[in-house]
């Protein structure tokens, strides 16, 4: 699985950025899907989640701003960043890896295949 981040740059607090991945096989149904970022000096964290069944979780610091989702004709995953602020400053990463229905991952460890990352600023 290769997955092709896009999308970062610099943006104003307040403002909204649309996060891209692109992967190369269809994630749909068979695999769990996510969104994290790592912060300079910080541990990489998860920010949302898309599980097999097409739910979506997210980290608390960002509920009500950011939103997952995947375009199935594409093989992509979004990250839609709403009301940014400086604390969402990082690099972001998308991660996938095979999950049944019911499966759930979280963790960095529990993903095997990442993109190259995409920076986001906000300042």
């Known amino acids: 699985v290769q997955l092709v981040e896009s999308g970062g740059g610099l943006v104003q607090p307040g403002g909204s950025l649309r996060l891209s991945c692109e992967t190369s096989?269809?994630?749909?149904?068979?695999?769990?899907v996510a969104w994290f970022r790592q912060a300079p000096g910080k541990e990489r964290e998860g920010v949302a989640f898309?599980?097999?069944?097409?739910?979506?979780t997210y980290t608390d610091s960002v509920k009500g701003r950011f939103t997952i989702s995947q375009d199935n004709a594409v093989n992509t995953i979004y990250l839609q960043m709403d009301n940014l602020k400086r604390e969402d400053t990082a690099m972001y990463y998308c991660?996938?890896?095979?999950?049944?229905?019911?499966?759930?991952?979280?963790?960095?460890?529990?993903?095997?295949?990442w993109g190259q990352g995409t920076q986001v600023t906000v300042s």
């Open positions: 991660a996938s890896d095979f999950c049944a229905v019911g499966w759930v991952r979280r963790t960095v460890e529990s993903y095997n295949y």
């Open positions: 096989v269809d994630t749909a149904s068979t695999y769990c």
């Open positions: 898309i599980d097999p069944g097409g739910e979506s």
